[in-house]
């Protein structure tokens, strides 16, 4: 595929290959753009398999540089937006060598030598002359992981062998980061159908609801928390969202309440509960129904298991390994463990409950937030809420509430409604000690509920 990508770019002529911010790029001007950036890199000194930070979100000119970086088999570290955390780490970890800027133009900085010896991994992957990717965590715990990738195996599985495509390219929204795993393979399904990669301008309700109305997007990859911010402004009624076909949804667990609420709002879309980690990639998947948080992994490249209630998988895109943490979180025999709490349906299905790191422990008792939030979306007065443990000097931890009031009560009857609707629907224990009444809940720049701010 490396030695031929442009070749095929090129024979599809004047079929549009990305729409950015409403201007369109055919394939062949993809391909020239590839070329004309190698030259750029050619000429700022980079050489073959550098290690290479791509700064910028997705856009006509940063999709040409990822590819013309896999074509040159660099390690490629997408940032979106640099922290002094993943400034360090790009640096001091992974031992960047350039830097590029994705903005009106693009340019090339050379960083100084940082010192220190490169990963293992990251030598034997530049041995065998293949490209690599590097993909950092949102560092939630801590410093980001550096998490190293094969990104001949991604492009391989994801777009090596072209899907069928008709004469009009589908346009498919690139919702998700540029520097997320599932933007990466939302960008590789583009290239695999040879479709057209809509590129919003930001990522609000408003904008990506009126990018579906305007080119007819018929596939929407987002999150729970995304939709809910639909719902909650009634973009799905100031725009016509009647071409969207499938609704994919991840990156967080769905509340079963929250899923009846977005089927109900776009009846005519199908709800896909899709599932991936950084470290394993984007597995398929299909949904017991477009009503239920069931679902299948049914994917020839992945294999699950699921051990003490966590799911653990074991894929052909896997991870070659942290370049900054051991890898605990990979058995002896290659499973990696996600992290999530899940349960077995009986019918060949499997539910997330929630994560392991987010369970609260009272007293001994466990309380999953998913469990909390679910069914206090079921009251009429609540649009939002986010549940998360406190410290407690008597019990460890608290059960603690924020919510987004849908009605005109007051706090104190609001709080009174939550008491009263919980009351007989969840053991004592899994009360709230605390509400808390906000205008919007946390939530992160990949529009996943951000628990972390809350827990003191």
């Given amino acids: 595929m490396r030695d031929t990508l442009t070749a095929q770019l090129r024979s599809l002529h004047d079929r549009v290959a990305v729409i950015d911010r409403g201007v369109s790029h055919s394939y062949a001007e993809l391909a020239d753009e590839i070329d004309r950036l190698e030259s750029v890199f050619d000429a700022a000194g980079m050489s073959a398999q550098a290690t290479v930070v791509l700064h910028g979100d997705f856009s006509f000119s940063q999709i040409a540089a990822f590819y013309a970086l896999y074509l040159r088999r660099s390690v490629v570290i997408p940032i979106v937006s640099f922290t002094e955390t993943t400034y360090d ?122 990018l579906v109305e305007k080119y007819g997007i018929r596939l929407l990859p987002t999150s729970p928390t995304f939709l809910n911010l639909v719902l909650i402004g009634g973009f799905h009624e ?29 009846p005519g879309a199908r709800l896909l ?23 299948r992994i049914e994917d020839d490249g992945s294999e699950y298991r699921i051990v003490d209630g966590e ?73 939002d809420c986010v549940v998360f443990g406190m410290p407690n000097s008597i019990t460890g931890q608290a059960v603690h509430v924020e919510v987004v009031p849908a009605g005109n009560l007051a706090k104190a009857e609001l709080r009174r409604h939550i008491r009263d609707f919980l009351d007989g629907k969840v053991e004592p224990f899994k009360m709230p000690a605390k509400v808390t009444i906000v205008a919007q809940t946390a939530f992160s720049a990949r529009f996943k509920k951000d628990r972390k701010l809350n827990r003191g």
């Fill in 311 to 383: 799911l653990q998988l074991r894929t052909r895109t896997q991870f070659l390994g942290y370049l900054n943490y051991s890898n605990e979180a990979v058995t002896e025999d290659g499973w990696f463990r996600t992290g999530d709490l899940v349960e077995e349906t009986g019918d060949g299905y499997i539910r997330v409950k929630g994560r392991a790191a987010e369970v609260i422990n009272v007293g001994g008792e466990k309380v999953l937030p998913l469990e909390l939030e679910s069914i206090l979306l079921g009251s009429p007065e609540i649009s």
């Fill in 89 to 210: 780490a790009v640096r001091n970890t992974c031992l960047a060598e350039f830097v590029v800027e994705v903005g009106d133009e693009v340019t090339v900085e050379r960083y100084e030598p940082a010192g220190g010896e490169a990963s293992e991994r990251l030598g034997a992957l530049k041995a065998g002359g293949e490209s690599g990717l590097v993909l950092l965590s949102s560092g939630s715990t801590g410093k980001p992981k550096a998490i190293l990738h094969n990104l001949d195996a991604l492009f391989a599985e994801k777009a090596g062998a072209p899907g069928h495509f008709g004469r009009t390219p589908r346009n498919v929204l690139l919702f998700l980061l540029a520097d997320h795993i599932g933007g990466i393979n939302s960008l590789l399904g583009v290239l695999r159908s040879r479709a057209s990669a809509v590129v919003p301008a930001e990522r609000t309700p408003g904008e990506i609801c009126s």
């Fill in 273 to 295: 509960q899709t599932f991936g980690t950084s470290e394993t990639g984007i597995s398929t998947t299909s949904s017991k129904s477009s009503s239920s948080t069931s679902f």
């Fill in 238 to 266: 100031k725009h016509d969202l009647s071409s969207l076909k499938l609704i994919t949804y991840g990156t967080e667990p769905m509340p079963e309440e929250l899923l009846k609420r977005v089927h109900a709002a776009i």
